[in-house]
């Protein structure tokens, strides 16, 4: 079947602009994952839901980051007033169950570049 | 806190050649999971296993073998007969008994994987 999917691949934006990616997340799977993987880094956990709701925001770097799940599939990463640090690799991942250490898929990431 | 450390940046080797990349992790809880990914250079991570804390026996599937020991908290991922298919890097992550309030994966940095022909 299809792997999670994310839009767009390439995002480039200027300083103080608003962005959403979006994430697509494999048919079935009830959680979902957003992580930002730096140049030459390894990813770091954003935000974390279960069904709907944001179980775990604790990655979220500061208030100017929002996500949505409003149907329990497709996910919103937001980034508002965005700021040159925010250039990332943004990852979605997805997993079947909720279950602890259940293997989370990944999709091909969202490259932003904000200028 | 939760901790993976790859110390290995960068390794190089030919074609053929076995090699074994290190992960050491920290965790205080008694219940975790550990993996491995492989990044390309298409940039997607894709999954290569699962090991949970109370599993210790080594896996092998085909020319890649994984080997858990607690006492040294360390999952070490060994390619045998490397191929230049093998360029890319890879990440080693930790997930912890977190009680159902979460599912993170800590990662650590990676390791760079070049197989020269």
């Known amino acids: 079947g299809a792997g999670v999917s994310q839009t767009p691949s390439n995002k480039v934006t200027e300083k103080g602009k608003y962005v959403e990616l979006r994430c697509d997340p494999i048919?079935?799977?009830?959680?979902l994952y957003w992580y930002r993987q730096s140049l030459g880094q390894g990813p770091e956990f954003l935000i974390y839901?279960?069904?709907?709701?944001?179980?775990?925001d604790s990655g979220l770097p500061n208030d100017r980051f929002f996500a949505v799940r409003p149907e329990g599939s497709v996910s919103t990463l937001k980034i508002q007033r965005t700021e040159r640090g925010d250039s990332a690799v943004y990852l979605c991942?997805?997993?079947?169950?909720?279950?602890?250490?259940?293997?989370?898929?990944f999709g091909p990431g969202t490259r932003l570049t904000v200028l | 806190a939760q901790k993976v450390t790859q110390a290995q940046t960068e390794i190089s080797v030919v074609e053929k050649e076995d090699v074994t990349l290190d992960c050491v992790y920290e965790t205080r809880d008694t219940t975790y999971y550990l993996f491995w990914y492989k990044q390309p250079p298409s940039g997607e991570l894709v999954f290569l296993i699962r090991?949970?804390?109370?599993?210790?026996q080594n896996e092998i599937s085909g020319r890649y073998s994984w080997n858990f020991q607690k006492s040294t908290s360390s999952f070490n991922f060994t390619i045998t007969a490397s191929q230049v298919v093998d360029s890319a890097v890879y990440f080693c992550?930790?997930?912890?008994?977190?009680?159902?309030?979460?599912?993170?994966?800590?990662f650590g940095t990676g390791t760079l994987l070049a197989v020269q022909p």
């Open positions: 048919s079935g799977h009830t959680a």
């Open positions: 090991r949970n804390s109370f599993d210790e």
């Open positions: 991942a997805s997993s079947l169950r909720r279950l602890p250490g259940d293997t989370q898929y």
């Open positions: 839901f279960q069904g709907t709701g944001a179980a775990d």
């Open positions: 992550a930790l997930s912890g008994d977190y009680g159902g309030a979460t599912n993170k994966l800590i």
